[in-house]
Protein backbone atom coordinates (compact mmCIF):
# COMPACT_ATOMS: atom_id res chain seq x y z
CA UNK A 1 0.00 0.00 0.00
CA UNK A 2 1.11 3.66 -0.89
CA UNK A 3 0.67 6.23 1.89
CA UNK A 4 0.81 9.76 1.36
CA UNK A 5 4.72 10.46 1.67
CA UNK A 6 5.16 7.85 -0.86
CA UNK A 7 6.72 4.98 1.55
CA UNK A 8 5.41 1.63 0.76
CA UNK A 9 3.80 0.18 4.10
CA UNK A 10 2.07 -3.05 4.71
CA UNK A 11 -2.09 -3.27 4.28
CA UNK A 12 -2.47 -4.24 7.91
CA UNK A 13 -0.69 -3.38 11.20
CA UNK A 14 2.15 -5.98 11.98
CA UNK A 15 2.16 -7.76 14.92
CA UNK A 16 3.06 -10.93 15.89
CA UNK A 17 1.88 -13.03 20.10
CA UNK A 18 5.69 -13.17 20.56
CA UNK A 19 5.42 -10.29 23.13
CA UNK A 20 2.01 -11.01 24.04
CA UNK A 21 0.68 -8.42 21.57
CA UNK A 22 -1.05 -9.11 18.82
CA UNK A 23 -2.29 -7.23 15.46
CA UNK A 24 -5.57 -7.49 17.40
CA UNK A 25 -4.90 -4.88 19.75
CA UNK A 26 -4.45 -1.86 17.58
CA UNK A 27 -6.93 0.37 17.30
CA UNK A 28 -6.12 0.97 13.92
CA UNK A 29 -8.14 0.10 10.92
CA UNK A 30 -7.23 -0.69 7.68
CA UNK A 31 -9.45 1.52 4.62
CA UNK A 32 -10.92 -1.67 3.83
CA UNK A 33 -12.09 -2.41 7.17
CA UNK A 34 -13.19 1.32 7.48
CA UNK A 35 -15.19 0.78 4.53
CA UNK A 36 -16.58 -2.44 6.02
CA UNK A 37 -17.19 -0.82 9.42
CA UNK A 38 -19.31 2.13 7.60
CA UNK A 39 -21.31 -0.29 5.49
CA UNK A 40 -22.20 -2.32 8.28
CA UNK A 41 -22.78 0.82 10.06
CA UNK A 42 -25.45 2.13 7.75
CA UNK A 43 -27.35 -1.27 7.50
CA UNK A 44 -27.74 -1.12 11.37
CA UNK A 45 -28.59 3.31 11.23
CA UNK A 46 -31.39 1.65 8.20
CA UNK A 47 -32.84 -1.09 10.71
CA UNK A 48 -33.17 1.45 13.79
CA UNK A 49 -35.33 3.71 11.89
CA UNK A 50 -37.15 1.18 10.65
CA UNK A 51 -37.12 -0.86 13.89
CA UNK A 52 -39.14 2.55 15.15
CA UNK A 53 -41.79 2.01 13.08
CA UNK A 54 -42.16 -2.01 12.73
CA UNK A 55 -41.59 -3.01 16.05
CA UNK A 56 -44.14 -3.33 18.94
CA UNK A 57 -43.99 -1.23 21.81
CA UNK A 58 -42.31 -3.16 24.25
CA UNK A 59 -39.46 -3.72 22.07
CA UNK A 60 -39.46 0.02 21.07
CA UNK A 61 -39.01 0.61 24.86
CA UNK A 62 -36.38 -1.94 25.45
CA UNK A 63 -34.17 -0.24 22.55
CA UNK A 64 -34.89 3.14 23.83
CA UNK A 65 -33.64 2.13 27.05
CA UNK A 66 -30.62 0.50 25.07
CA UNK A 67 -29.38 3.59 23.37
CA UNK A 68 -29.38 5.77 27.06
CA UNK A 69 -27.07 3.44 28.35
CA UNK A 70 -24.98 2.74 24.93
CA UNK A 71 -24.38 6.69 25.43
CA UNK A 72 -23.82 6.15 29.08
CA UNK A 73 -21.54 3.40 28.21
CA UNK A 74 -19.31 4.77 25.37
CA UNK A 75 -19.34 7.85 28.00
CA UNK A 76 -17.75 5.89 30.76
CA UNK A 77 -15.32 4.06 28.04
CA UNK A 78 -13.40 7.36 27.19
CA UNK A 79 -12.28 7.10 30.93
CA UNK A 80 -11.98 4.08 31.40
CA UNK A 81 -10.85 2.55 27.79
CA UNK A 82 -9.27 5.66 26.51
CA UNK A 83 -8.29 7.26 29.21
CA UNK A 84 -7.01 3.91 31.60
CA UNK A 85 -8.70 5.56 34.47
CA UNK A 86 -10.52 2.69 36.27
CA UNK A 87 -13.60 5.05 37.52
CA UNK A 88 -16.96 3.96 39.82
CA UNK A 89 -18.64 7.11 39.71
CA UNK A 90 -19.58 8.23 36.93
CA UNK A 91 -23.10 7.48 37.76
CA UNK A 92 -23.05 10.95 39.50
CA UNK A 93 -22.69 12.86 36.01
CA UNK A 94 -25.62 10.16 34.75
CA UNK A 95 -27.29 11.06 38.23
CA UNK A 96 -27.09 14.84 37.95
CA UNK A 97 -28.02 15.07 34.21
CA UNK A 98 -31.28 13.27 35.08
CA UNK A 99 -32.23 15.64 38.22
CA UNK A 100 -30.88 18.70 36.56
CA UNK A 101 -34.70 17.90 34.43
CA UNK A 102 -36.39 16.57 37.53
CA UNK A 103 -35.34 19.30 40.17
CA UNK A 104 -36.13 21.81 37.77
CA UNK A 105 -38.97 20.96 36.70
CA UNK A 106 -40.05 20.61 40.01
CA UNK A 107 -38.70 23.57 41.66
CA UNK A 108 -39.01 26.11 38.51
CA UNK A 109 -41.49 24.36 35.98
CA UNK A 110 -38.75 25.26 33.96
CA UNK A 111 -39.14 24.25 30.39
CA UNK A 112 -38.17 20.37 29.21
CA UNK A 113 -36.07 21.75 26.31
CA UNK A 114 -34.02 24.21 28.35
CA UNK A 115 -33.60 21.72 30.82
CA UNK A 116 -32.59 19.29 28.73
CA UNK A 117 -30.07 20.93 27.30
CA UNK A 118 -28.66 21.94 30.51
CA UNK A 119 -28.26 19.11 31.89
CA UNK A 120 -24.86 17.84 30.11
CA UNK A 121 -23.64 21.09 31.02
CA UNK A 122 -24.49 20.72 34.65
CA UNK A 123 -22.76 17.05 34.37
CA UNK A 124 -19.43 18.50 32.99
CA UNK A 125 -19.23 21.26 34.84
CA UNK A 126 -19.70 18.39 37.93
CA UNK A 127 -17.25 15.74 36.72
CA UNK A 128 -14.75 19.65 36.25
CA UNK A 129 -15.02 20.23 40.11
CA UNK A 130 -14.96 16.28 40.76
CA UNK A 131 -12.18 15.53 38.64
CA UNK A 132 -9.83 18.50 39.40
CA UNK A 133 -9.88 16.46 43.39
CA UNK A 134 -9.53 12.28 41.79
CA UNK A 135 -7.35 13.15 39.39
CA UNK A 136 -4.53 13.68 41.72
CA UNK A 137 -4.67 10.19 42.71
CA UNK A 138 -3.63 7.14 41.29
CA UNK A 139 -5.01 3.32 40.54
CA UNK A 140 -6.88 2.47 43.12
CA UNK A 141 -7.09 5.84 44.89
CA UNK A 142 -8.48 7.25 41.96
CA UNK A 143 -11.50 4.15 42.00
CA UNK A 144 -11.81 4.80 45.85
CA UNK A 145 -12.21 8.15 45.37
CA UNK A 146 -14.77 7.91 42.62
CA UNK A 147 -17.02 5.55 44.32
CA UNK A 148 -16.95 7.73 47.56
CA UNK A 149 -18.12 10.57 45.23
CA UNK A 150 -20.73 8.70 44.09
CA UNK A 151 -22.10 7.51 46.99
CA UNK A 152 -21.50 11.26 49.06
CA UNK A 153 -23.91 12.64 46.10
CA UNK A 154 -26.20 9.26 46.12
CA UNK A 155 -26.57 9.96 50.33
CA UNK A 156 -27.12 13.85 49.87
CA UNK A 157 -30.07 13.48 47.30
CA UNK A 158 -31.43 10.57 49.16
CA UNK A 159 -31.39 12.70 52.34
CA UNK A 160 -32.39 16.39 51.20
CA UNK A 161 -35.99 15.16 51.15
CA UNK A 162 -37.35 18.57 50.78
CA UNK A 163 -35.18 19.60 47.89
CA UNK A 164 -35.23 16.25 46.33
CA UNK A 165 -37.97 14.43 47.17
CA UNK A 166 -35.65 12.01 48.54
CA UNK A 167 -35.67 7.94 48.10
CA UNK A 168 -39.05 8.72 46.59
CA UNK A 169 -37.85 10.47 43.19
CA UNK A 170 -39.30 13.12 41.44
CA UNK A 171 -42.25 12.17 39.17
CA UNK A 172 -44.85 13.45 37.69
CA UNK A 173 -44.69 15.66 33.65
CA UNK A 174 -40.98 15.71 33.60
CA UNK A 175 -41.60 15.48 29.55
CA UNK A 176 -42.99 17.23 27.21
CA UNK A 177 -46.39 15.30 25.47
CA UNK A 178 -44.90 15.05 21.92
CA UNK A 179 -42.41 12.63 24.00
CA UNK A 180 -44.59 10.44 25.57
CA UNK A 181 -45.12 8.51 22.63
CA UNK A 182 -42.82 5.84 22.86
CA UNK A 183 -42.37 6.14 18.67
CA UNK A 184 -41.84 10.17 19.10
CA UNK A 185 -39.64 9.05 22.08
CA UNK A 186 -37.52 6.32 20.03
CA UNK A 187 -36.60 8.66 17.14
CA UNK A 188 -35.60 11.84 19.49
CA UNK A 189 -33.51 9.30 22.03
CA UNK A 190 -31.52 7.41 18.76
CA UNK A 191 -31.42 11.21 16.68
CA UNK A 192 -29.33 12.44 20.16
CA UNK A 193 -27.78 8.74 20.58
CA UNK A 194 -26.80 8.69 17.32
CA UNK A 195 -24.97 12.47 17.21
CA UNK A 196 -23.20 11.98 20.69
CA UNK A 197 -21.76 8.64 20.00
CA UNK A 198 -20.97 10.39 16.52
CA UNK A 199 -18.67 12.99 18.63
CA UNK A 200 -17.24 10.89 21.05
CA UNK A 201 -15.83 8.96 18.00
CA UNK A 202 -14.82 12.31 16.77
CA UNK A 203 -12.97 12.84 19.93
CA UNK A 204 -11.19 9.37 20.13
CA UNK A 205 -9.93 10.06 16.43
CA UNK A 206 -8.20 13.57 17.09
CA UNK A 207 -5.14 14.50 18.16
CA UNK A 208 -6.81 14.42 21.44
CA UNK A 209 -7.96 11.04 21.58
CA UNK A 210 -4.49 9.74 20.38
CA UNK A 211 -2.73 11.60 22.97
CA UNK A 212 -5.12 10.22 25.61
CA UNK A 213 -4.32 6.58 24.28
CA UNK A 214 -0.22 7.58 24.25
CA UNK A 215 -1.02 8.04 28.68
CA UNK A 216 -3.06 4.92 28.94
CA UNK A 217 -0.46 3.16 27.44
CA UNK A 218 2.78 4.63 29.15
CA UNK A 219 2.05 7.69 31.43
CA UNK A 220 5.59 8.26 32.40
CA UNK A 221 6.40 8.53 28.93
CA UNK A 222 3.82 10.88 28.16
CA UNK A 223 5.07 13.16 30.32
CA UNK A 224 8.74 12.23 29.48
CA UNK A 225 8.03 13.86 25.72
CA UNK A 226 6.13 17.33 27.23
CA UNK A 227 1.90 15.78 27.44
CA UNK A 228 0.32 17.25 30.57
CA UNK A 229 -1.14 14.36 31.61
CA UNK A 230 -3.41 15.65 34.10
CA UNK A 231 -4.62 18.11 31.69
CA UNK A 232 -5.42 15.82 29.27
CA UNK A 233 -7.22 13.38 31.41
CA UNK A 234 -9.10 16.33 33.43
CA UNK A 235 -10.47 17.11 29.64
CA UNK A 236 -11.15 13.40 29.25
CA UNK A 237 -13.26 13.34 32.31
CA UNK A 238 -15.20 16.46 31.84
CA UNK A 239 -16.30 15.16 28.26
CA UNK A 240 -17.30 11.68 29.58
CA UNK A 241 -19.22 13.45 32.44
CA UNK A 242 -21.05 15.47 29.82
CA UNK A 243 -22.15 12.78 28.06
CA UNK A 244 -23.29 10.93 31.27
CA UNK A 245 -25.49 13.88 32.11
CA UNK A 246 -26.54 13.31 28.41
CA UNK A 247 -27.45 9.60 28.49
CA UNK A 248 -29.10 10.60 32.22
CA UNK A 249 -31.30 13.21 30.58
CA UNK A 250 -32.42 10.13 28.07
CA UNK A 251 -33.06 7.95 30.93
CA UNK A 252 -35.75 10.78 31.70
CA UNK A 253 -37.00 10.78 28.46
CA UNK A 254 -37.57 6.86 28.72
CA UNK A 255 -38.98 6.60 32.49
CA UNK A 256 -40.30 10.18 33.07
CA UNK A 257 -38.84 10.64 36.28
CA UNK A 258 -35.68 9.91 38.27
CA UNK A 259 -34.67 7.90 41.32
CA UNK A 260 -31.49 8.73 44.18
CA UNK A 261 -30.17 5.27 42.57
CA UNK A 262 -29.57 6.77 39.47
CA UNK A 263 -26.65 8.09 41.53
CA UNK A 264 -25.62 4.78 43.38
CA UNK A 265 -22.73 2.67 43.05
CA UNK A 266 -24.85 -0.17 42.10
CA UNK A 267 -25.67 2.23 38.86
CA UNK A 268 -22.43 3.08 38.48
CA UNK A 269 -21.16 -0.81 37.39
CA UNK A 270 -23.84 -0.94 34.70
CA UNK A 271 -21.61 0.38 32.32
CA UNK A 272 -18.80 -1.04 33.64
CA UNK A 273 -20.57 -4.25 33.11
CA UNK A 274 -21.77 -2.92 29.29
CA UNK A 275 -17.52 -2.33 28.66
CA UNK A 276 -16.57 -5.54 30.07
CA UNK A 277 -19.20 -7.47 27.87
CA UNK A 278 -19.12 -5.80 25.10
CA UNK A 279 -15.15 -4.76 25.02
CA UNK A 280 -12.84 -2.06 25.88
CA UNK A 281 -11.23 -2.12 22.90
CA UNK A 282 -13.44 -1.46 20.10
CA UNK A 283 -15.44 2.00 20.36
CA UNK A 284 -19.22 0.40 19.70
CA UNK A 285 -18.46 -2.25 22.29
CA UNK A 286 -19.99 -0.44 25.23
CA UNK A 287 -22.94 0.23 23.01
CA UNK A 288 -22.87 -3.99 21.91
CA UNK A 289 -22.58 -4.45 25.49
CA UNK A 290 -25.57 -2.07 26.37
CA UNK A 291 -28.02 -4.14 24.35
CA UNK A 292 -27.07 -7.25 25.81
CA UNK A 293 -27.36 -5.67 29.08
CA UNK A 294 -30.95 -4.29 28.59
CA UNK A 295 -32.25 -7.70 26.65
CA UNK A 296 -30.84 -9.90 29.03
CA UNK A 297 -32.11 -7.73 31.75
CA UNK A 298 -35.61 -7.68 30.06
CA UNK A 299 -35.24 -11.25 29.75
CA UNK A 300 -34.26 -12.57 32.80
CA UNK A 301 -35.90 -10.50 35.25
CA UNK A 302 -39.64 -11.86 33.84
CA UNK A 303 -38.31 -15.38 34.59
CA UNK A 304 -36.54 -14.86 38.14
CA UNK A 305 -36.01 -12.37 41.27
CA UNK A 306 -32.29 -13.73 40.81
CA UNK A 307 -31.68 -11.89 37.76
CA UNK A 308 -28.11 -10.06 39.30
CA UNK A 309 -26.82 -13.50 40.19
CA UNK A 310 -27.34 -15.11 36.76
CA UNK A 311 -25.07 -11.40 35.48
CA UNK A 312 -22.55 -12.01 37.83
CA UNK A 313 -22.03 -15.61 36.90
CA UNK A 314 -21.91 -14.24 33.41
CA UNK A 315 -19.64 -11.48 34.22
CA UNK A 316 -16.82 -13.76 36.05
CA UNK A 317 -17.24 -16.19 32.32
CA UNK A 318 -16.54 -13.44 30.17
CA UNK A 319 -13.88 -12.24 32.47
CA UNK A 320 -12.03 -15.38 32.46
CA UNK A 321 -12.80 -16.77 29.04
CA UNK A 322 -12.81 -13.36 26.99
CA UNK A 323 -11.46 -10.93 28.49
CA UNK A 324 -11.83 -8.22 25.89
CA UNK A 325 -15.42 -9.01 25.69
CA UNK A 326 -17.73 -9.83 22.01
CA UNK A 327 -15.59 -7.27 20.44
CA UNK A 328 -12.12 -8.82 21.79
CA UNK A 329 -13.40 -12.16 20.70
CA UNK A 330 -13.93 -11.13 17.42
CA UNK A 331 -10.60 -9.51 17.10
CA UNK A 332 -8.81 -12.84 18.57
CA UNK A 333 -10.38 -14.70 16.68
CA UNK A 334 -9.86 -13.05 13.02
CA UNK A 335 -5.98 -11.40 13.94
CA UNK A 336 -7.73 -8.31 13.03
CA UNK A 337 -10.74 -6.06 13.51
CA UNK A 338 -12.91 -6.54 10.75
CA UNK A 339 -16.59 -4.91 11.84
CA UNK A 340 -19.59 -6.50 12.34
CA UNK A 341 -18.97 -9.65 9.38
CA UNK A 342 -16.59 -10.71 11.72
CA UNK A 343 -18.93 -11.40 14.57
CA UNK A 344 -21.21 -13.34 12.60
CA UNK A 345 -18.63 -15.74 11.21
CA UNK A 346 -18.17 -16.40 14.72
CA UNK A 347 -21.42 -17.23 15.28
CA UNK A 348 -21.98 -19.17 12.16
CA UNK A 349 -18.56 -21.38 13.10
CA UNK A 350 -19.72 -21.43 16.54
CA UNK A 351 -22.86 -22.93 15.09
CA UNK A 352 -21.38 -25.30 12.80
CA UNK A 353 -19.54 -26.70 15.54
CA UNK A 354 -23.07 -27.09 17.73
CA UNK A 355 -24.57 -29.34 14.72
CA UNK A 356 -21.32 -31.55 14.45
CA UNK A 357 -20.69 -30.50 11.03
CA UNK A 358 -17.66 -29.34 12.23
CA UNK A 359 -14.89 -30.18 14.94
CA UNK B 1 30.82 28.77 22.03
CA UNK B 2 28.16 29.27 24.80
CA UNK B 3 27.10 25.45 26.75
CA UNK B 4 23.56 24.62 25.91
CA UNK B 5 22.90 22.29 29.11
CA UNK B 6 24.57 24.12 32.27
CA UNK B 7 24.22 21.72 35.65
CA UNK B 8 25.75 23.64 38.23
CA UNK B 9 26.42 21.99 42.11
CA UNK B 10 23.21 19.35 41.52
CA UNK B 11 22.87 17.26 44.28
CA UNK B 12 19.99 13.83 45.72
CA UNK B 13 19.93 13.30 49.07
CA UNK B 14 17.43 10.21 49.64
CA UNK B 15 17.62 10.37 53.55
CA UNK B 16 21.10 9.92 54.71
CA UNK B 17 22.20 8.84 51.72
CA UNK B 18 23.84 11.18 48.99
CA UNK B 19 22.90 9.62 45.78
CA UNK B 20 24.32 12.84 43.64
CA UNK B 21 26.69 14.89 45.36
CA UNK B 22 27.70 18.72 44.25
CA UNK B 23 27.67 17.57 39.79
CA UNK B 24 28.16 20.17 37.85
CA UNK B 25 28.55 19.93 34.02
CA UNK B 26 28.56 21.89 31.30
CA UNK B 27 27.84 20.46 27.57
CA UNK B 28 28.15 22.59 24.29
CA UNK B 29 26.23 23.31 21.45
CA UNK B 30 26.66 19.68 19.26
CA UNK B 31 28.37 18.04 21.14
CA UNK B 32 28.73 14.27 22.25
CA UNK B 33 29.29 14.31 25.66
CA UNK B 34 29.08 10.43 27.77
CA UNK B 35 28.48 10.18 31.36
CA UNK B 36 30.51 7.05 32.93
CA UNK B 37 31.08 5.30 35.89
CA UNK B 38 30.03 2.33 37.98
CA UNK B 39 26.70 0.74 38.63
CA UNK B 40 25.30 2.83 41.53
CA UNK B 41 27.85 5.51 40.68
CA UNK B 42 24.41 8.09 40.30
CA UNK B 43 24.10 8.62 36.19
CA UNK B 44 20.69 7.34 36.43
CA UNK B 45 19.47 9.59 39.34
CA UNK B 46 21.49 12.13 37.87
CA UNK B 47 19.39 12.13 34.75
CA UNK B 48 16.26 11.84 36.24
CA UNK B 49 17.46 15.23 38.41
CA UNK B 50 18.03 16.96 34.49
CA UNK B 51 14.80 15.42 33.46
CA UNK B 52 12.24 16.68 36.30
CA UNK B 53 11.60 13.36 37.77
CA UNK B 54 13.14 14.11 40.50
CA UNK B 55 13.50 17.34 42.44
CA UNK B 56 16.73 18.25 43.75
CA UNK B 57 18.27 18.74 46.81
CA UNK B 58 20.35 21.67 45.64
CA UNK B 59 21.77 23.29 42.76
CA UNK B 60 20.19 24.48 39.50
CA UNK B 61 19.77 23.63 35.63
CA UNK B 62 19.50 24.96 32.80
CA UNK B 63 18.55 24.33 28.84
CA UNK B 64 19.36 26.80 26.02
CA UNK B 65 19.36 29.46 28.91
CA UNK B 66 16.16 29.02 30.23
CA UNK B 67 16.36 27.62 34.45
CA UNK B 68 14.44 23.99 34.31
CA UNK B 69 15.05 23.42 38.09
CA UNK B 70 12.36 22.10 39.55
CA UNK B 71 9.76 21.78 36.74
CA UNK B 72 7.78 18.73 35.87
CA UNK B 73 9.30 16.38 33.51
CA UNK B 74 6.58 17.64 30.64
CA UNK B 75 7.95 21.23 31.33
CA UNK B 76 11.29 20.37 31.08
CA UNK B 77 10.70 18.11 27.75
CA UNK B 78 9.33 21.63 26.04
CA UNK B 79 12.19 23.39 26.93
CA UNK B 80 14.19 20.85 24.70
CA UNK B 81 15.45 18.63 27.23
CA UNK B 82 14.26 15.00 26.39
CA UNK B 83 15.24 11.82 27.50
CA UNK B 84 15.67 8.11 26.01
CA UNK B 85 15.53 5.59 29.16
CA UNK B 86 17.05 2.78 30.05
CA UNK B 87 14.77 0.21 29.63
CA UNK B 88 12.02 0.18 26.33
CA UNK B 89 9.49 2.46 26.90
CA UNK B 90 7.20 2.75 24.41
CA UNK B 91 3.45 2.87 23.92
CA UNK B 92 2.96 -1.12 23.18
CA UNK B 93 -0.47 -0.85 21.56
CA UNK B 94 0.04 2.49 19.34
CA UNK B 95 1.36 2.10 16.09
CA UNK B 96 4.71 3.54 15.04
CA UNK B 97 3.50 6.66 13.90
CA UNK B 98 1.02 7.44 16.17
CA UNK B 99 3.47 7.19 18.77
CA UNK B 100 5.83 9.22 17.05
CA UNK B 101 2.83 11.73 15.98
CA UNK B 102 1.71 11.76 20.04
CA UNK B 103 5.57 13.62 20.78
CA UNK B 104 5.03 16.18 17.90
CA UNK B 105 1.62 16.65 18.70
CA UNK B 106 2.57 17.38 22.05
CA UNK B 107 5.43 19.55 20.92
CA UNK B 108 3.34 21.72 18.92
CA UNK B 109 0.93 22.76 20.85
CA UNK B 110 -1.84 20.66 19.45
CA UNK B 111 -2.49 17.48 21.95
CA UNK B 112 -5.58 18.50 22.86
CA UNK B 113 -7.06 19.42 19.35
CA UNK B 114 -10.41 17.38 18.23
CA UNK B 115 -9.48 18.13 14.63
CA UNK B 116 -7.98 15.10 13.05
CA UNK B 117 -6.71 17.07 10.13
CA UNK B 118 -3.95 18.86 13.13
CA UNK B 119 -2.28 15.54 12.79
CA UNK B 120 -2.91 13.98 9.49
CA UNK B 121 -0.95 17.03 8.79
CA UNK B 122 2.21 16.18 10.68
CA UNK B 123 2.66 12.87 8.62
CA UNK B 124 5.85 13.94 6.73
CA UNK B 125 7.00 15.38 9.68
CA UNK B 126 6.33 11.71 11.45
CA UNK B 127 7.79 9.90 7.80
CA UNK B 128 10.85 11.97 7.68
CA UNK B 129 11.58 11.05 11.47
CA UNK B 130 11.04 7.59 10.66
CA UNK B 131 13.11 7.55 7.61
CA UNK B 132 15.99 9.27 9.91
CA UNK B 133 16.00 5.64 12.58
CA UNK B 134 15.20 3.51 9.67
CA UNK B 135 11.61 2.85 10.49
CA UNK B 136 9.88 3.46 7.97
CA UNK B 137 8.71 0.38 6.82
CA UNK B 138 7.51 -0.09 10.00
CA UNK B 139 5.37 2.83 10.16
CA UNK B 140 2.07 0.73 10.64
CA UNK B 141 3.62 -2.09 12.79
CA UNK B 142 2.05 -2.02 16.58
CA UNK B 143 5.07 -0.85 18.64
CA UNK B 144 5.26 -3.84 21.26
CA UNK B 145 6.10 -6.55 18.18
CA UNK B 146 8.92 -4.54 17.14
CA UNK B 147 12.33 -6.06 18.20
CA UNK B 148 14.21 -4.64 21.25
CA UNK B 149 16.47 -2.95 18.45
CA UNK B 150 13.41 -1.15 16.87
CA UNK B 151 11.75 -0.23 19.66
CA UNK B 152 15.10 1.82 21.00
CA UNK B 153 14.71 3.18 17.51
CA UNK B 154 11.40 4.34 17.85
CA UNK B 155 12.47 5.84 20.80
CA UNK B 156 14.48 7.82 20.17
CA UNK B 157 11.99 9.21 17.30
CA UNK B 158 9.61 9.81 19.71
CA UNK B 159 12.02 11.80 21.19
CA UNK B 160 12.96 13.54 18.57
CA UNK B 161 9.42 14.35 18.23
CA UNK B 162 9.84 16.78 20.55
CA UNK B 163 12.49 19.24 18.69
CA UNK B 164 14.94 18.89 21.52
CA UNK B 165 17.69 21.34 22.07
CA UNK B 166 19.80 18.07 24.31
CA UNK B 167 18.95 13.90 24.33
CA UNK B 168 19.42 12.37 26.92
CA UNK B 169 20.40 8.54 26.26
CA UNK B 170 20.52 6.31 28.98
CA UNK B 171 22.34 3.46 28.51
CA UNK B 172 21.26 3.18 24.95
CA UNK B 173 22.83 -0.07 23.52
CA UNK B 174 21.92 -1.70 26.94
CA UNK B 175 20.79 -5.67 25.51
CA UNK B 176 21.09 -5.16 22.14
CA UNK B 177 23.08 -7.56 19.69
CA UNK B 178 26.39 -6.42 18.24
CA UNK B 179 24.31 -5.48 14.78
CA UNK B 180 21.99 -3.61 16.89
CA UNK B 181 24.59 -1.81 18.58
CA UNK B 182 26.12 -0.77 15.55
CA UNK B 183 23.08 0.45 14.32
CA UNK B 184 22.33 2.59 17.08
CA UNK B 185 26.06 3.95 17.08
CA UNK B 186 25.53 5.11 13.60
CA UNK B 187 22.40 6.43 14.54
CA UNK B 188 23.54 8.62 17.04
CA UNK B 189 26.10 9.86 14.81
CA UNK B 190 23.35 11.00 12.51
CA UNK B 191 21.35 12.94 14.72
CA UNK B 192 24.41 15.08 15.82
CA UNK B 193 25.53 15.40 11.78
CA UNK B 194 22.04 15.94 10.21
CA UNK B 195 19.90 17.39 12.72
CA UNK B 196 22.19 19.08 15.19
CA UNK B 197 21.03 17.37 17.87
CA UNK B 198 23.07 17.87 21.07
CA UNK B 199 23.44 14.43 22.97
CA UNK B 200 24.50 13.26 26.24
CA UNK B 201 24.40 9.56 26.92
CA UNK B 202 25.51 7.02 29.83
CA UNK B 203 26.75 4.08 28.49
CA UNK B 204 29.13 0.89 30.08
CA UNK B 205 30.32 -0.08 26.36
CA UNK B 206 33.42 1.73 26.40
CA UNK B 207 33.91 0.77 22.55
CA UNK B 208 30.65 2.99 21.98
CA UNK B 209 31.71 5.54 24.77
CA UNK B 210 35.16 6.64 23.20
CA UNK B 211 34.18 6.10 19.65
CA UNK B 212 31.21 8.31 19.74
CA UNK B 213 31.88 10.98 22.57
CA UNK B 214 33.91 14.49 22.38
CA UNK B 215 34.06 14.65 26.18
CA UNK B 216 33.53 12.63 28.72
CA UNK B 217 32.21 12.43 32.64
CA UNK B 218 33.31 10.17 34.74
CA UNK B 219 31.26 9.84 38.17
CA UNK B 220 31.69 7.73 41.42
CA UNK B 221 30.10 7.12 44.55
CA UNK B 222 27.77 10.45 43.51
CA UNK B 223 30.58 12.95 42.45
CA UNK B 224 32.64 13.80 39.34
CA UNK B 225 35.38 12.16 39.21
CA UNK B 226 36.96 13.66 36.17
CA UNK B 227 36.25 15.42 32.97
CA UNK B 228 38.02 15.45 29.93
CA UNK B 229 38.50 14.19 26.46
CA UNK B 230 38.27 10.29 25.85
CA UNK B 231 41.70 9.52 25.19
CA UNK B 232 42.54 11.99 28.53
CA UNK B 233 40.26 10.05 30.70
CA UNK B 234 41.03 6.55 29.31
CA UNK B 235 44.50 7.45 30.66
CA UNK B 236 44.04 8.90 33.86
CA UNK B 237 45.13 6.78 36.63
CA UNK B 238 42.06 7.37 38.99
CA UNK B 239 39.71 6.27 36.46
CA UNK B 240 41.64 3.27 35.46
CA UNK B 241 41.50 1.73 39.06
CA UNK B 242 37.89 2.51 39.93
CA UNK B 243 35.81 1.74 36.58
CA UNK B 244 37.94 0.45 33.92
CA UNK B 245 39.49 -2.78 36.23
CA UNK B 246 43.12 -1.69 36.06
CA UNK B 247 42.87 -1.79 32.64
CA UNK B 248 43.85 0.56 29.55
CA UNK B 249 41.47 0.90 26.96
Known amino acids: MTVPWGGELAEE ?80 FYGIGAYTIGLTWMHMRLDFWIAFGAAPIVAGIAALLVGLIVLRTRGLYFALLT ?56 VIRSPFGLTLKAIRENRGRAEAIGINVFRHQLAAFVIS ?33 MLVIGGMALFLGPALGALVYTVAYTEISQRTQQWELIFGIVLVIVALFAPEGLGGLVAARTGRRRSWHALLRVARDRYDVLRGDRV | MNPLLVVDDITKKFGGFLAVDGVSLSVDAGEIHAVIGPNGAGK ?10 YTPTRGTVEVSGTAVTGMRPHGVARAGLVQVFQTSSIFPRLTVEESVATSLLAT ?11 WVRLRDEVASLLGDVGLLDEARSIAAALSHGDQRALEVAVALGCRPSVLLLDEPTA ?34 VFGLSDRVTVMHHGQVLRVGSPVEVANDEQVIAVYLGGERV
Not at chain 1, 166 to 174: P, Q, V, W
Not at chain 1, 245 to 265: E, K, S
Request: net charge neutral; proline share 3%; with cysteine.
Open chain 2, 175 to 208: GMSPFETERMVALIKTLREVRGVTIVLSEHDMDV
Open chain 2, 44 to 53: STLFKLLTGV
Open chain 1, 13 to 92: PVGDNSRGHSAAESEWVSPRGRRQQIAWLIVLVVLLLLGGRTLGVTNVEILIDSMQFAVFACATNLVIGYGGLVSFGQAV
Open chain 1, 147 to 202: LAFAQLCYTVTLLQTGFTNGSTGIFGSLIPSLLVNPRNAYYFVFGISAVALLAMWF
Open chain 1, 241 to 273: GFFCGLAGGLFVIYDNATYPHLLDWITSGFPVF
Open chain 2, 108 to 118: SGMSMSLRRRD
